[in-house]
Nanobody
Framework: VQLVESGGGLVQTGGSLTLSCETS????????IGWFRQAPGKEREGISC????????YYADSVKGRFTISSDNAKFTTYLQMNSLQPDDTGVYYC????????????????????????WGQGTQVTVSS
């Protein structure tokens, strides 16, 4: 089982980045993929999630309207398109996966919780300069 993030880097305020989470070793269609970020000295924050079963998406208020999550089920890859980046978006970005056993409706109130997700990638650094 593997989740590998890529696409991070240094960008100026107002810029854009697209992160990728390439997965292998599990049935992608039966999982939810979440994106989390962690700034230095802060707790890991859940920012977005997608159910690969039904395509439902969820966003934290801090990124709603600026970030878009999507999955290409044929490529077993989930993306996070990030626009209008701000210095507060700086951090290590992680993708995580959780098997959807009883549907995905519980994600609407729990997608931001790291303990919901069992599988994790190693993270990719995003730095937004002011």
């Amino acid at each position: 089982v593997q989740l590998v993030e890529s696409g991070g880097g240094l960008v100026q305020t107002g810029g854009s980045l697209t992160l990728s989470c390439e997965t292998s070793g599990f049935d992608f269609d039966d999982y939810a993929i979440g994106w989390f970020r962690q700034a230095p000295g802060k707790e890991r924050e859940g920012i977005s999630c997608i159910s690969n079963k039904d395509g439902s998406t969820y966003y934290a208020d801090s990124v709603k309207g600026r970030f878009t999550i999507s999955s290409d089920n044929a490529k077993f890859t989930t993306y996070l398109q990030m626009n209008s980046l701000q210095p507060d978006d700086t951090g290590v970005y992680y993708c995580a996966a959780e098997r959807l056993v009883f549907g995905s409706s519980y994600l609407s109130y729990s997608f931001h919780r790291p303990q919901v997700f069992a599988l994790w990638g190693q993270g990719t650094q995003v730095t937004v300069s002011s």
